[in-house]
């Protein structure tokens, strides 16, 4: 049999850092990067007779992307304790929900190739992050490892997706327009280079027209898009190998090796975790009023997928410049805004995706936020260019000074004499120069040589150091030539 | 002597200018010198605490501004109170290190009401065990007979007040572990309502029935530290937001009217029948003050043990997965891997007792057997609590045997059945999570102290204590003190 043989099965468990201040169970905050175990107290790390309590935040902000993603809020809920042995863990047992989640049965449509498919989701519950190892030199030699629990207790969403994306290209897809919406919701930062947004993968092949699914592989810690693209993709033909080879997949975890670019196992089913869960005594059942998630549904903001069509429909950018655009709130607000000012959206779409996130660090809301030009002075220089002020090259020469500066597009031209010669007489007498400079190729213009037109637009541009209206200085050269 | 006396007496001689509360501390800690080194109730005595604690105390009382009727007066807690600075054991060698960095809220609430701290109070470890044998350290002896047990797990806080070594002691109380060391030791002991005291920075055990609560020489003496210590705390979420009543001002309402019930099921063959005899007693008494008695049936009581040594378990196996060698206390060494480290770490830190409960609770859990253990017994301990609801529609209190024996011998229970037994009149009102109350009812033949139990509907606390109280002030037992000889020096 072939790979083609194959239908792909994957599903995926995503984990999101909620934006909270401070931890799920405790008042310790959340900040990255602090040094190790400051961001402690006795609660988060697991001191004996300490007791968890529930940061009210992090199940409205669990809500808000439940609601998102279509779910239904289970207004009665409650935590569980998942138990398993290992020193990341301060308890030896993670505070998370097992039979009744915050939220099951929700959907997020996805687009691939122009194509639309609705993904379902099974459910999106809440629990606390673990701390984390340090070791002295490599894992398998170091003399000694240390934890910091300064991530223990950060809270987490688990949104768990039903096994239907059927390609490595589709759960890309799936993993960016979950982060998408996360984001525009402002509940996660969607940094997968700092953790905040992190995904394990099941991947089973079948048959084709086979109803019932084939043996699972989890593949745990896909921490950016390219790792999970190429993990599933390595996951897919290992699986289809071995199948071909008439080997049996064994249920088991493999981890990503993004060095080796290869799924190594990790345990197999047999020595897979009991995890022993049962309802958390330390935490009374979450009983949550209708009303309050009545009035988070309220304040939900306009989620990407609307607003990516919207600026399709309204303002006319194709598909794809939508979709980038809506990569994040601040993002698609400073289009909005932009357009506001300047109502040239396919103007300002371009400039924002070839220009501007060229010279941003990121597209996330604080860079944006952090961004020199604000959307006005964008809309301000894009003015300069329709009223014929500068030519389309020389802008990009005065964003790159806006950026840098912060200054306005107005000033910088001014200042540094940048508008364009756009008057018919200044701009005649220096074409009559040229033309009177050149005699041989206004000869060869005659004898049918069309180019020699171009020598002369550009001999023009040079004597104003490219400040000549190209478009005037066409018509001046076609009216003025053929009377020389 | 100013450590025989009662809470309220002892505060009424500060009010008085009669004695300061330096001098109760070293009153008290010249008892403990005395007498500890045979009753054994401390693990550590706090001596200059106490001292430095009772001085502010003065202060206090001097500049006419006492903090109320806990000021000044001398305490002892648990060892699984986590206290500041002060090594909290947990009667086990695992733990032998740990010197928690703050404090629980009960003790917070304690020393905000003037209080002062005396030292911890041996314990079987973890909490598991009705003895103290079980204690990683040593055992306490019970003060009216030192060849006995105190009872446990809260042993030592029961002798320390039985021999006067402490005015009131905190104890926490899974299955029994306050209210048959109370009947054990001949004093008071309440188990309030789950969730009527804070557990943050107790030590857990099985975290959906442990409780604190005090033991005293009188009602009225519970009433005050209850006081202190009842009540919603932001760092516990499941301490209810129930108002705390005046208990004091109910406490002398007596039983007249009270309808009281006797449960069928708590009168069993094989119970001691002196303590058979002491409580049917004590009902007369009741009767006599005019409260309406009648006979009830709890018809799951003989589940209650098995679900508890099912759900009691499972929960500690949880609690305690987190001694690890890794974070506090003991780490063995020669581990040659965490696994290694952690199982050596485990079986060198935990005792024979721990352990069992460990495995039975993980075993309990486990895929496969969840459902027909853990689950089973959380079916049963609905159908416990449903009885209490039962009968509490037809009843105010109900009054009950507190054990189905008397004190025994160390060394006595080698099978841990037997000692599980123990647990059969206590284990049901906990994990129907309501409030019961151990008050001394008699003596056996041989001089050993009987305790009678009184249970109440939910927070009703008020209740139970009025109903104690009249029985206490209709009898003396609660006066009668174990003579004591003072260790050799």
């Known amino acids: ?484 | 002597m100013l450590a025989a006396l009662t809470l309220d007496a002892l505060g009424a001689r500060f009010r008085a200018g009669e004695a300061t509360p330096s001098d109760a501390a070293r009153d008290h800690l010249a008892r403990i010198e005395a007498h500890d080194p045979r009753v054994r109730a401390f693990v550590a005595v706090t001596r200059d605490l106490a001292l430095a604690q009772a001085a502010e105390a003065d202060a206090r009382f001097k500049a006419g501004k006492p903090l109320g009727p806990l000021d000044g007066v001398p305490i002892a807690l648990k060892d699984l109170f986590c206290t500041r600075g002060i090594r909290t054991a947990v009667g086990s060698k695992i733990l032998e290190t740990f010197v928690p960095p703050y404090d629980c809220t009960a003790y917070q609430r304690l020393r905000a009401a003037g209080a002062v701290l005396l030292g911890k109070l041996n314990m079987d470890e973890f909490a598991m065990g009705s003895s103290t044998e079980n204690s990683a350290y040593f055992t306490t002896r019970n003060p009216w007979d030192l060849d006995r047990v105190p009872g446990g797990s809260s042993g030592g806080s029961s002798a320390a007040v039985a021999a006067d070594l402490a005015v009131a002691t905190l104890g926490t109380d899974t299955g029994g572990s306050i209210r048959q060391p109370a009947a054990f030791c001949g004093i008071v002991g309440l188990k309030p309502t789950y969730g009527r005291v804070s557990r943050y920075g107790m030590v857990a055990f099985a975290s959906s029935l442990d409780q604190a609560g005090p033991f005293t020489k009188t009602v009225a003496d519970t009433a005050r530290v209850l006081q202190v210590i009842a009540g919603a705390d932001p760092m516990d979420s499941t301490a209810a937001a129930v108002p705390v009543p005046d208990y004091m001002a109910g406490l002398g309402g007596g039983v007249k009217g009270l309808r009281i019930g006797i449960p069928r099921e708590y009168f069993i063959d094989g119970m001691d029948p002196e303590v058979e005899r002491a409580v049917r007693a004590a009902v007369e008494v009741l009767r006599g003050l005019g409260a309406r008695t009648e006979e009830v049936s709890l018809p799951h009581t003989e589940y209650g043990l098995a679900a508890y040594y099912l759900i009691g378990p499972a929960e500690a196996s949880s609690n305690l997965a987190r001694y690890d060698g890794v974070k506090y206390g003991l780490r063995a060494s020669g581990g040659r891997d965490l696994v290694e480290m952690s199982s050596k770490t485990r079986a060198a830190g935990f005792g024979r007792e721990v352990q069992r409960r460990i495995m039975l609770g993980t075993y309990a859990l486990s895929a496969g057997y969840h459902d027909a253990y853990y689950g089973q017994a959380q079916r049963v301990r609905t159908l416990v609590a449903r009885d209490f609801q039962r009968a509490f529609q037809d009843v105010d209190a109900i009054v009950a045997p507190t054990t189905p024996g008397v004190a025994f011998k160390v060394g006595e229970k080698a099978d841990p059945l037997q000692m599980y037994l123990n647990d059969v009149f206590t284990v049901p009102v906990s994990l129907a999570g309501l409030p019961g109350i151990s008050v001394p009812a008699g003596f056996t033949r041989e001089g050993l102290p009987i305790g009678v139990q009184v249970v109440g509907r939910a927070y009703d606390e008020a209740t139970v204590l009025r109903v104690a109280h009249a029985y206490e002030q209709a009898t003396d037992w609660h006066t009668r003190k174990p003579a004591l000889e003072a260790a050799p020096r």
């Open chain 1, 1 to 484: 049999m072939s790979a083609a043989d194959y239908e792909t099965v994957i599903g995926l468990e995503v984990h999101a850092h909620l934006l909270t201040r401070t931890k799920m169970f405790c008042g310790c905050a959340t900040t990255f990067g602090a040094a190790p175990n400051t961001q402690t107290c006795p609660v988060c790390q697991g001191m004996p007779g300490s007791l968890p309590v529930i940061n009210r935040r992090t199940v409205e902000f669990g809500i808000r992307a439940a609601l998102a993603i279509g779910c239904r809020v289970n207004l009665q809920n409650r935590f569980a304790r998942k138990h398993y042995y290992y020193p990341d863990m301060p308890k030896n047992y993670q505070i998370s929900q097992y039979e009744e989640p915050l939220a099951e049965h929700g959907s997020v449509e996805i687009e691939l190739g122009g194509e639309r498919r609705t993904i379902g989701v099974e459910r999106l519950h809440l629990e606390e992050d673990v701390g984390k190892l340090l070791h002295e030199g490599e894992l398998a030699t170091a003399r000694s490892s240390q934890v910091d629990y300064n991530r223990a207790g950060v809270p987490l969403m688990e949104i768990v997706s039903r096994p239907d994306l059927r390609s490595p290209e589709e759960a890309v897809a799936y993993l960016r327009t979950l982060r998408a919406i996360v984001v525009f919701l402002g509940v996660c930062d969607g940094n997968m280079e700092e953790g905040s947004l992190r995904c394990d993968a099941n991947v089973s092949l079948r048959k084709r027209a086979v109803a019932i699914l084939g043996t699972k592989v989890e593949i745990k810690n896909l921490n950016s898009f390219r790792h999970v693209q190429h993990a599933l993709e390595y996951e897919v033909r290992r699986q289809g190998q071995a199948l071909d080879a008439g080997e049996r997949i064994v249920q088991e975890t493999r981890l990503w090796d993004p060095e080796r670019l290869r799924t190594v196992s990790m345990r197999s089913k047999e020595f897979a975790h009991d995890y022993r869960y049962f309802p958390e005594p330390d935490l009374p059942p979450l009983d949550l009023p209708a009303a309050s998630v009545d009035e988070i549904r309220a304040g939900l903001p306009e989620l990407p997928a609307a607003r990516r069509r919207r600026f399709v429909e309204a303002h006319g950018l194709t598909p794809y410049e939508a979709d980038l655009l809506c990569q994040g709130r601040g993002l698609a607000d400073y289009f909005e805004a932009a357009v506001r000012a300047h109502p040239k959206p396919k103007a300002v779409a371009n400039w924002i995706l070839n220009e501007l996130l060229r010279e941003l660090p990121g597209d996330d809301d604080k860079a944006i936020a952090a961004c020199p030009i604000p959307p006005a002075g964008l809309a301000g220089l894009l003015a300069l260019v329709d009223d014929g002020t500068i030519s389309g090259k020389m802008a990009k020469d005065v964003f790159e000074k806006m950026y840098r500066t912060g200054e306005d597009a107005r000033s910088i031209v001014t200042r540094e004499g940048l508008a364009q010669v756009a008057d018919a007489g200044e701009l005649g007498a220096v074409v009559d120069q040229v033309l009177a400079a050149h005699p041989q190729v206004i000869e060869d213009w005659r004898g049918g040589k069309k180019a020699a037109l171009g020598f002369l637009v550009g001999q023009v541009m040079k004597s104003t150091q490219g400040k000549a209206n190209p478009a005037l200085v066409n018509r001046l050269l076609g009216e003025k030539l053929p009377k020389v």
